[in-house]
């Protein structure tokens, strides 16, 4: 099955790209360009849209390049399926996260990247990594966790010129 060439980026990675004071501002634009240069689709959640919106504008998204991906009745139902399997993992032990609820807007947005065929999923939330394992051993979702805590050049195996 060919790649769906999808990218979904959560709130995070939307701040670092638009802060140029954040440390990972750098990492941010060059994942940014890396996926635009190599035709994927950038795709945003209307729920990181919301929590953008706490400290930023809605104009400030560079939405030339980066859809807004409205959050429906499937995602939501993807989102509770998730969210079960994360409650169960944690009343078992087996899984920690750090007193956060389960369905909280991380999970909902990995089931609607799921459901929208993301190929890579991007984040500066090194946190949500466990709750994503846990989701992909599963076989709840398959898209790659990006973590641009690494540089793009790191993760694609590029030298940086």
Do not use: W
């Not at 919301?50 to 560079?62: F, L, Q, S």
């Not at 390049?65 to 429906?72: A, C, E, G, T, W």
């Not at 944690?90 to 991380?106: E, P, W, Y």
């Not at 989701?135 to 805590?149: A, E, P, Q, V, Y």
């Amino acid at each position: 099955m060919p790649k769906s060439k999808i990218v979904f980026c959560d709130t995070g990675f939307v701040i670092c790209l638009l802060d140029k004071s954040n440390k990972l501002h750098d990492n941010a634009v060059g994942y940014f360009r890396f996926f635009l240069e190599h035709g994927y689709t950038l795709r945003m959640s209307t729920i990181a849209v919301a929590e953008y919106c706490v400290k930023g504008n809605i104009e400030d998204i560079p939405l030339k390049n980066i859809l807004l991906s409205p959050f429906n009745a499937f995602h939501a139902s993807e989102a509770g399926k998730c969210g079960k399997l994360l409650y169960d993992a944690r009343s078992k032990g087996a899984l920690v996260v750090n007193a956060r609820i389960l369905i909280l807007n991380d999970v909902k947005m990995m089931a609607q990247a799921e459901c929208e065929g993301a190929e890579y999923y991007l984040t500066a939330d090194s946190n949500s990594k466990n709750m994503y394992n846990l989701l992909h051993n599963k076989g709840k979702i398959t898209f790659d966790f990006t973590d641009i805590n690494h540089p793009y050049t790191e993760k694609f195996g590029l030298l940086d010129m």
